[in-house]
């Protein structure tokens, strides 16, 4: 990883040939990190002229300027927002509520470049950095070659970064006319308030169609059938119940209520019941025909008195049995799982212990990972260890923790692991 003073080059932007300065020579990119602090920034080299001497809010403010050892000028540095990446990534899928929000933000800012008397002149999405709502000019103040004024590179790049959806945004017309002078950039801000921010159709139309046709087609196929149960319910005899259910609707439960046939079936049932029920009624009413019916031959209950062992002594497991039973059953699941739960390997986990020492002895800090290189499942953000003691890392490269005591500040650095030495950590 190449380095310049306190910064650690990472990566270029690819943006080498895009920028020029006004001689004609090529500015390279990169994006870096100060190993001072941790913050990130991007690194500008070679640049042949003084940084500007007013800083533009809304732009990626300068930091500072570094002699380069080879005499081909200067290094510009300028800070970097946590989190922010640059606008590119949203190409042709930009929402059209963080369009707006850029619109303004940007508007804005080159509203205060032109009181500066400073011009970017070569805006394009890679030269945007947004996070949320919020975006910042990148490379404001750089003494290179306007290749198209700034109004029109902003009209193109929210052009391209709404993609299919510019057609359908409610205040394209607006944008246009500031962009070819008819507006101010506070009338473009009131075009902006007054117009209904909607999702254009082209992206999200088909899906809205489709969940409002699910939320009012299906109360109206669940509406009307609990009235035609309720209906056949109420209008048919409890004696066919299965017979509306058959049915296609009310016309054919109808004429089932009017037929009499219904009744004279449930009639014809309970004269045969009565038939059937003062058969036995007069036997026992008469007092000389019991004894003449029961006989000794068939005796209801036996004549000596009859041990009967009980049902829960026969086919009926103890308890303490079934107890045992479960028991074995458990430990058998458990030693299977035992047996057969993947474990993870000690082989798979091979890292890089770092000696962390906290000086004056006895105290003690908290170490939090900020920042993880390419490859490491560490959780960033979280509390990887307290220290004094040793502190794992799983991939070798540079991690930037934070260092956190009680009662004291917390500071931030840059650690190159392996780092055979340790790391000595002095509280003030």
């Given at each position: ?67 380069l ?10 800070e ?6 640059p606008?590119n ?48 000019l ?86 009307p ?35 009499p046939?219904?009744p ?25 025909n ?23 002594r ?91 005591a ?11 692991v ?11």
């Amino acid at each position: 990883m190449e380095s310049l003073g306190p910064y650690l080059l990472r990566r270029p932007l690819g943006l080498a040939g895009d920028i020029t300065t006004k001689n004609g020579h090529p500015l390279d990119v990169f994006e870096a990190q100060d190993a001072r602090t941790g913050i990130p920034v991007l690194v500008y080299r070679p640049v042949q002229a003084a940084l500007p001497g007013v800083r533009v809010e809304g732009s990626l403010p300068w930091l500072e300027a570094l002699t380069l050892e080879d005499g081909s000028g200067t290094a510009w540095v300028a800070e970097l927002p946590l989190g922010a990446v640059p606008a590119n990534r949203y190409l042709g899928s930009a929402p059209a509520q963080r369009l707006r929000d850029w619109v303004l933000a940007l508007a804005e800012t080159l509203e205060r470049a032109k009181a500066a008397h400073l011009e970017h002149g070569a805006i394009t999405p890679e030269r945007i950095w947004v996070k949320g709502s919020k975006a910042w000019l990148e490379g404001l103040g750089l003494p290179t070659r306007p290749l198209r004024p700034d109004r029109e590179g902003l009209l193109e790049s929210i052009r391209a970064l709404a993609g299919e959806d510019w057609g359908g945004l409610p205040w394209k017309g607006a944008l246009e006319a500031w962009a070819e002078g008819k507006l101010t950039t506070a009338q473009l801000r009131e075009q902006l308030e007054v117009a209904v921010q909607t999702v254009p159709p082209s992206r999200f139309g088909p899906k809205v169609r489709e969940i409002s046709g699910s939320l009012f087609t299906e109360p109206q196929a669940a509406f009307p059938t609990p009235p035609l149960e309720g209906v056949a319910a109420e209008t048919e005899s409890p004696a066919p119940p299965k017979e509306p259910e058959e049915g296609e609707g009310l016309e054919a439960a109808a004429p089932e209520v009017e037929q009499p046939s219904p009744p004279k079936s449930k009639a014809s049932l309970k004269v045969e019941i009565t038939e059937e029920s003062p058969a036995p009624e007069p036997a026992p009413m008469r007092q000389p025909n019991p004894p003449k019916k029961v006989r000794i031959d068939d005796p209801l209950e036996p004549p000596f008195p009859v041990i009967d062992p009980g049902r829960s002594r026969r086919g009926v497991v103890p308890g303490w049995l079934r107890a045992v039973v479960v028991l074995l059953l458990l430990a058998g699941i458990g030693f299977l799982a035992y047996q057969y739960w993947p474990r993870s390997s000690s082989v798979t986990h091979q890292g890089f212990t770092v000696a962390f020492r906290v000086e004056p002895a006895g105290q003690s800090a908290r170490v939090e990972l900020l920042e993880a290189p390419e490859g490491s499942t560490m959780l960033v953000g979280t509390v990887i260890a307290e220290v004094p003691g040793p502190v794992f890392f799983d991939k070798a490269g540079v991690y930037r923790l934070r260092i956190r005591a009680d009662g004291r500040e917390p500071s931030e650095l840059l650690l190159e692991v392996p780092a055979p030495n340790g790391v000595n950590i002095r509280l003030r």
